[in-house]
Each structure stands twice: as structure tokens, then as C-alpha cells.
């Protein structure tokens, strides 16, 4: 975990051990965070009459961490399973489907159709989900599309003292962990060891998740 010529807040690279876990494969569409809005009858996110965003197999955005929370409550309570949001760890070790050390999920260097879906799909906002070539895991836009809310508080120095056996956070913080790429920036593929964080109330046109579960 963790990257040598990254950011500081990726270092040091340390090896990590998770018990097993389950993560969606793609992130949460806005025609399945619909379906959870009508039956707890909540209000719809910002940018939800937004075109460019509001596709039903687009990733929701515009969901605070509390919310994409929420959701993952409100689907163990639908399904008898006990969702919620990955860790960083979690998140890290399923985007690198196996490749240790690799920037990316498929090696050291952008895929070959990453200028091609710059201009085709990421003008406005972001891509349905699932539509390009899923990690060796099986799971679709780990490191693009929109950033993804993790269960961690964030700490930049975390590294330094995380356990080796499923870390989770540091217990208490101000700004909420989040992991991959994002539509609107300059290079919209993120590494895979590459960390970011914002305040848990924030909506951003950006921001998004996907779900994870314990395997029983």
C-alpha cells in the first residue's frame, strides 16, 4: 500500500493484510440511488436535473459521505446483507486487481484509449459506468469516472502508524478519505495508490461511490 514517488501522504509504502471482502464492480448508478431516494423519500442530490450528470447509468454524484452511508444502510436493510463503504485499504488493494506496485491497474503508463475517452466522454461529466476494460478483479472505473467516498477519516500522516491487519482510519478527523480519478481534472485517471479527502458534508459534481461487504 501506498506509493514511493507519489504525494507524502503516500508514503511509506508498507504491506498490509486484509481479511476478505466483497466490492461492487461498477459504482453506484443514479437509476440505483433512485430507487433508494423513492422509497425513503428523500430529496435528490444537487445537479440531478443536470443532462450531462443525471444519466440513469452515469455514477450519482452530488452525494455527501453521510448520504452514500445512508444508502449502504438502507441496502442491507433491503438485501439482509450488511453493505458499506470500503476502507482505504480495501479500496487500493481492489484497484491494483493483483498487480503490486503498478501506478495503475493495468501497469505504469495511461491505457491506450485514455485521450480517446478524454474527448468522447468526459467533456461535461462522466462516463455510464462499466464501459471500459475492467481490472484484473473484475471491477470497472477504479482509478477514473468519479472520486469515491471510503469509510476512513483521513489523516495525510496515517501511513506512519496504521496497523498491518485491516486499518481503518485514524478514529476521529474533520475531512473523510476518498479514492480515484475524477471527470473534471486536467489528468482524470488517478493512481492507484493515490489519496484525497473532503469535508463528509461536501456534494461535489464529482463525487461518487461504490459498496463493499464482509464475506460471511
Known amino acids: 500500500m501506498g506509493c514511493d514517488i507519489g504525494q507524502d501522504n503516500e508514503k511509506p509504502v508498507h504491506r498490509v493484510w486484509l481479511d476478505g471482502f ?12 433512485g430507487r433508494f431516494l423513492e422509497e425513503i423519500h428523500h430529496p435528490p442530490p444537487p445537479f440531478s436535473s443536470d443532462p450531462a450528470l443525471n444519466g440513469p447509468d452515469q455514477p450519482v454524484v452530488g452525494v455527501s459521505w453521510h448520504e452514500a452511508s445512508r444508502y449502504c444502510e438502507w441496502l442491507s436493510g433491503s438485501s439482509g446483507r450488511r453493505f458499506r463503504l470500503p476502507t482505504e485499504a480495501e479500496w487500493e488493494c481492489a484497484a491494483r486487481g493483483g498487480r503490486q ?8 503508463a495511461l491505457p491506450p484509449d485514455y485521450r480517446d475517452r478524454c474527448s468522447r466522454h468526459w467533456q461535461q461529466g462522466p462516463e455510464p459506468v462499466g464501459r471500459a476494460a475492467p481490472n484484473a478483479y473484475g471491477l470497472y472505473n477504479m482509478c477514473d469516472n468519479v472520486h469515491e467516498w471510503c469509510s476512513d477519516w483521513y489523516a495525510p500522516d496515517y501511513y506512519l502508524e496504521s496497523p498491518e491487519q485491516n486499518p481503518r482510519g485514524p478514529a476521529i478527523g474533520i475531512r473523510r478519505a476518498s479514492r480515484g480519478g475524477s471527470w473534471r481534472h486536467h489528468i482524470k485517471m488517478s493512481r492507484c495508490a493515490a489519496r484525497s479527502s473532503i469535508p463528509p458534508e461536501f456534494r461535489y459534481a464529482d463525487y461518487g461511490f461504490r459498496v463493499a461487504c464482509d464475506i460471511e
Open 101 to 108: 506496485g503498478a501506478l495503475f491497474p493495468w501497469g505504469d
Open 22 to 33: 466483497l466490492l461492487a464492480a461498477c459504482q453506484v448508478t443514479n437509476a440505483q440511488y
